[in-house]
């Protein structure tokens, strides 16, 4: 099972970027599905996370700024960034709880990061 995210770049304060972020392999079945990120220093932390039925929770700093969504036929999530600010600088990663087939097995995987980096 591979998480493969894209997306990421740079952009100017105000502006918009959407992430995507693919699962592939011997997958059964998706549960949650979430991005992360990591500033340069700081812990990584959960910025938004989306459950099969379409639930969802953000982060308070992107709270009516940032929108997850999910694909489940195409085992994709997305999150659309809106109103970037500099502090939004960080490598986002994308998560899944996935259980796989053969040999069956349920686990957290992520994604290999992509940069966004907002700056004028």
């Known amino acids: 099972v591979q998480l493969q995210a894209s997306g990421g770049g740079l952009v100017q304060p105000g502006g918009s970027l959407r992430l995507s972020c693919a699962a592939s392999g011997s997958i059964f079945r998706i549960y949650a599905m979430g991005w992360y990120r990591q500033a340069p220093g700081k812990q990584r932390e959960l910025v938004a996370a989306i459950t099969s039925g379409g639930s969802t929770n953000y982060a308070d700093a992107v709270k009516g700024r940032f929108t997850i969504s999910r694909d489940n036929a195409k085992n994709t999530v997305y999150l659309q960034m809106n109103s970037l600010k500099p502090e939004d600088t960080a490598v986002y990663y994308c998560?899944?709880?996935?259980?796989?087939?053969?040999?069956?097995?349920?686990?957290?995987?992520w994604g290999q990061g992509t940069q966004v980096t907002v700056s004028s």
């Open positions: 998560n899944a709880d996935i259980l796989r087939l053969q040999p069956w097995n349920r686990n957290d995987y």
